[in-house]
């Protein structure tokens, strides 16, 4: 039994498939190869094209979401989004048509219709988003025919999410799906017009731990006014006047990217990439969007804004950076842009980025990651439990951050942990974030509990104090 | 919260809100991870995958591994047996486990993928194993499949050799590993010996070393399973997720199987020491005499916090029927009654109780949701509401006190390691119920009736 202690092959033979999707920052000759499907039989931290629609559209506050397929769809991603809402709650609630083996074999769309009925009757949601998954795919249920009938009939949009989970393992192509459902939420209707305004929309901002109120004071601040935010606390009344922006900032360009694109090429609404993960890209992208409106008073006031908040935060930052000043941090996160964000903040608090890892990065996303790192860092794309151990045990890291899964994983290998994922409970975005952050990763890299820990003898590394 | 559900009472008669259930294959995989060294493997696309391994990880707060066969839309037209073929031959060959348990999803049962003839043809390595259970997602619930993966470990691991051992299988049921723990030390106090799977004590309650075994100590093996096959007796926790392995003993080795409830309450706990006295003719041990007597001394200290007050009680059938048993013999009014899993049984179980206990006027049922409880208890209130996490949102729309119980449970810690079975278990519910009520009554009372002993 003893072999069984540790992943006796998943040491010595990775499958040689995996290799090309792992490379070393300034040794690598090749490109990383990504975005590909998993390997068959491989524990995959990946999800499905279900969960990247799910995660970008269930934010819209008072929409109902319904989930067209057995429960289980339903039932996982119930609330988990931790996006934050000023008014409404109905995103909150969980609702499937709940589909049985009569409804697999005789079709799902009666009781489709009959549950959107339900719900507009009962509930009056301004909007239903429904969602296709695996088997309501599978038997081609005609989800669009039931939506339209049912916008017809009750006058509210209904809106046909494709998102059958088998359509790809990649949630980017969830992200897609959802971006055509919001275009077609937001697309005036024939004879509708917009009026077009100062203010700006917010895209890829999901609102968790109130990250978008934040980032509306420093741009109210600033003089400036969000329209609405995709899709974090956003409303479906306030979604529809998306079209009246002057621009679109892009913050996850994972989930956003294809969306700001469209509504340049429809509305006209330029956008730019922008971040609100550590204080130094906070004021740059303040100083962006300032840029953008180029008006002085905007302009000074963005100035005054980042001068008083950076010299604020600063002592806060300086404190942890003692702290963490050399420890040993690992990233592995959903999207490149979030990793990127990472690299620099962590940096930023004078730690050493020895493993960077996406879900869902690109091909040069990837190349942009690998030049931020310093030689003989690692990056992999989509890895998995046996990699991540391996990396995280050899390359003696002290702290990680991630998600979910990789929270227990880097407990169990008595590795500290930071939540950059849906589970975050502390606002990690602007000057006040960058020092939430910091407390975070200090917290969990220093807890007082590691030095109770006895390492054994042949891999006795370097322990948190 | 919750505003946007509809005032008063309306019907809801169709799909779900606010589940009480999940699919099967998410049982499947809990299951499967009771068998040492096992890698349980979901036969679909990475989401269901993805999700069960979050959920389990957020229940229990320990790594959940599982593999997936990764379907995209080829598998999807063409069959996933090439899928679970390379995905057979892959695990063995990257993460090497001794089992593989597959389970399938609504995708694969749609396609009508034929597992057992895919194994068949599949490469698998000298000695180790690969068992399967069918777990479509559009039948039954998360405890359904739990049930169907204890039976298939009992049809692809249990052997009778003819002779019957003195040893008593235990199946534990859908609990969290401090049940299970709990369970092995009552019946080791009573000195019988036994075979408990699943067993996920040691797998999902893991102590932090700072070394992480994908494959942890705990787990039944499958010699140990291989050996339910000759011992005399099975006990059946909880009727639900354990009786379809039961029954699969006894008809294909011959071991007597005996039904009972989870044991959790003071009746039930004493019913599953009673089944295994009168079975092997063991003495009941002193210890367990005293914690017995300590439950009821408890009980009669502090029956007055909770007597006649009412209660809403939702979640797995095989909890919420040992519970309302337990409320029962707490003197507690259990007023709603509500599973997300299908099955009649259910109901009827509940009714018996609560009409030999001469409780009317509660309601009672099977495969509900949580969006008819919330209308229930709109219409009259409870005291006290008990269930998973999910409850919190009645809990603070309707200001009721919830105490957390069954799965899931992802906004507290520790409850996977305390046991809510046996003696200890019960002392361990009264002081949550209690507490809970009491907590409220301090935080309600006035200045002038804010008491220091209660």
Known sequence: MEDLCTLPAGHAAPLSERDRSIMTAGRSKTAIHCA??????????????????????????????????????????????????????????????????????????????????????????????????????????????????????????????????????????????????????????????????????????????????????????????????????????????????????????????????????????????????????????????AKFYDDPEITERAEALIARETARIQPALDRYRQKLSGKRAAIYVGGAYKAVALIRQLRGLGMEIVLTGTQTGKKEEYAAIGNLLDEGAVVVDDTNPAEIERFLTEMKVDVMAGGVK?????????????????????????FDGAVNFAREVYVTTCSPVWKYLKVPPEDQHEVQP | MLECLPEGTVEHTIGKINPV??????????????????????????????????????????????????????????????????????????????????????????????????????????????????????????????????????????????????????????????????????????????????????????????????YPDGGATVAEIRDAGNSSLTLALGSFASNDAADLLQEKCGVTGIPLKLPIGLKATDDFIMALKDWFGVEVPKSLTLERGQVIDTLIDTHFHYQGKTVAVFGDPDHVIAMTEFLITMGMIPKYILTGTPGKAFEAEVNAMLEAAGITGS?????????????????????????????????????????RFGFPILDRAVHPLMPVVGYRGCLRLIEQISNALLERRDRDALDEDYELIL
């Open chain 1, 406 to 430: 990789e929270r227990v994983l880097a407990y169990k290998l008595g590795v500290g942990f930071v939540d950059h994922n849906h589970d975050r409970k502390e606002c990690l975005a602007g």
């Open chain 2, 363 to 403: 309601r009672v049922k099977a495969e509900g949701d949580l969006f008819e409880l919330h209308q229930w208890i709109r219409e009259e209130k409870v005291d006290l509401l008990i269930g998973t996490t999910y409850g919190k949102y009645i809990a603070r729309k309707e200001d009721i006190p919830l105490v």
């Open chain 2, 21 to 214: 259930k999940t699919c099967q294959p998410i049982g499947a995989m809990y299951a499967a991870l009771g068998i040492h060294g096992c890698l349980p493997h979901s036969h679909g696309s990475q989401g269901c995958c993805a999700y069960h391994r979050m959920h389990l990880t957020r229940h229990f707060r320990d790594p959940v591994m599982a593999s997936s066969s990764s379907f995209t839309e080829g598998a999807s037209v063409f069959g996933g047996a090439a899928n679970l073929k390379t995905s057979i031959k892959n695990i063995f060959k990257i993460y090497n486990p001794e089992i593989i348990a597959v389970h399938t999803t609504c995708l694969s049962e749609t396609i009508g993928d034929d597992i057992p003839n895919i194994i068949k043809q599949a490469e698998i390595p000298e000695g180790k194993r690969v068992i399967h259970i069918n777990t479509p997602s559009y039948q039954g619930s998360h405890i359904t499949g739990f049930a169907g993966m204890c039976k298939a470990m009992v049809s692809y691991l249990s052997q009778s050799d003819g002779t019957q051992k003195d040893q008593v299988n235990i199946l534990p049921g859908f609990v969290n590993p401090g049940d299970m723990r709990e369970i092995r030390r009552i019946v080791g106090e009573l000195g019988v010996k036994m075979i408990m799977f699943p067993d996920t004590s040691g797998v999902v309650d893991t102590p932090l070393t700072s070394k992480y075994q994908m």
């Open chain 1, 36 to 289: 590909d499907d998993s390997l068959a039989g491989s524990v995959s931290q990946r999800a499905c094209v279900f969960c990247g629609a799910r995660v970008v559209l269930n934010p819209v506050t008072d929409a109902a979401h319904l989930v067209h397929g057995p429960i289980g769809c339903a039932s996982y991603t119930w609330d988990i989004r931790g996006s934050l809402s000023s008014g409404p709650e109905m995103y909150r609630n969980s609702f499937s048509t709940d589909m049985k083996e009569r409804d697999v074999v005789f079709g799902g769309e009666k009781k489709l219709a009959a549950c959107i009925d339900e719900i507009v009757e009962k509930s009056h949601p301004p909007a239903v988003f429904v969602y296709a998954t695996c088997v309501t795919g599978m038997i081609g249920d005609d989800i669009v025919a039931v939506c339209k009938e049912a916008t017809r009939h009750h006058g509210i949009d209904v809106i046909p999410v494709e998102s059958s989970g088998f359509i790809s393992g990649n949630k980017v192509v969830g992200y897609r799906a959802a971006a055509i459902a919001l275009m077609r939420l937001i697309t005036p209707k024939e004879g509708e017009r917009i009026e077009k305004t100062r203010k700006l929309n917010f895209l890829g901002e999901y609102n968790l731990s109130g990250e978008m109120w934040l980032a509306r004071r420093y741009l109210q601040e600033m003089g400036i006014e969000i329209n609405v935010a995709f899709t974090g606390d956003s409303t479906v009344a306030a979604l529809k006047q998306a079209p009246g922006a002057c621009l679109n900032l892009v913050q996850c360009t994972g989930s956003m990217h294809w969306m700001a694109m469209q509504m340049e090429k429809e509305f006209g609404i330029p956008f730019m990439d922008v971040n609100f993960f550590g204080a130094e890209n906070t004021a740059e992208s303040l100083r962006r969007i």
